[in-house]
């Protein structure tokens, strides 16, 4: 018999961990029963990013070969973002994570709210939202394993990875990290700030102080196929 929690119950941090893969994952279920959409919004931090800016993290990158963008809400401001706010409180409600003996249970509930509030609840002048907004049910834009294999783009990651900058400190021995990975730039630009840019033409990182001035260029091997939709492009 499932255990059966108080409402002053935490859920344990472990809970709380979600790697990039499994991120990866929940969003190909997603995407795979509403269709990929134009953009998505998220928090800042891991797995995602900053709306600080920096180089796209690996599910970025995943993300922008099959031409989904990323809108960061800013840091510390929930209110900017009201509606989903609003909508993840109403999920709690009706959910009752606290009832909940394990993360499985929790999503089997959040799945049943969900279809009854989109489905069956009468929220648009007794109408359910999907009644009200048939185009809710799919973006129209496909994905499927099928698809993704066959038209996942690394020149769209090129381009996006393009409209980036990173901002690095070269240290005493001359080397900034990009992805978790050294790269020297030469002792003279030691004890600086530096800027990272991607050259998608000749797939290179291209070095530049802050005046502008290059600095040094550094094949990009991490940036491939392969790597991006294995999310291992940071040195783990």
């Known amino acids: ?22 991120t990866q994952d929940q969003l190909r279920l997603a995407f795979a029963r509403w269709g990929r959409p134009d953009r998505i919004r998220v928090d800042n931090g891991t797995p ?63 799945k049943i709210m969900d279809d009854i509030q989109r489905g069956e609840y009468p929220s648009v002048k007794g109408r359910s939202r999907l009644e009200a907004y048939p185009e809710l049910a799919s973006s129209g834009r496909e994905f499927t394993p099928a698809w993704e294999r066959d038209n996942w783009s690394l020149e769209s990651v090129n381009r996006h990875l393009a409209n980036s900058t990173g901002r690095r400190w070269a240290g005493a021995t001359g080397y900034i990290s990009v992805y978790n990975r050294n790269l020297y730039i030469g002792i003279l630009n030691k004890n600086k700030h530096v800027y990272v840019n991607f050259d998608p033409l000749a797939c290179e990182w291209v070095i530049a102080d802050t005046e502008g001035r290059q600095l040094s260029r550094q094949v990009a091997s991490e940036i491939s196929r392969e790597r991006i939709m294995g999310l291992a492009v940071t040195n783990k």
Not at 7 to 16: I, T
Not at 91 to 107: G, I, M, N, V, Y
């Open 1 to 22: 018999m499932a255990q059966s929690f108080g409402p002053r119950f935490s859920p344990p941090a472990r809970w709380n961990q979600v790697s990039p893969a499994s």
């Open 48 to 110: 995602w990013g900053s709306a600080r800016g920096d180089l796209p993290t690996d599910l970025g990158l995943w993300l922008a070969g099959i031409e989904v963008g990323i809108d960061y809400n800013p840091p510390a401001t929930p209110q900017d973002n009201g509606v989903v706010e609003r909508s993840q409180g109403t999920a709690k409600r009706w959910a009752e994570p606290q009832a909940c003996a394990t993360p499985e249970e929790l999503r089997e509930r959040l």
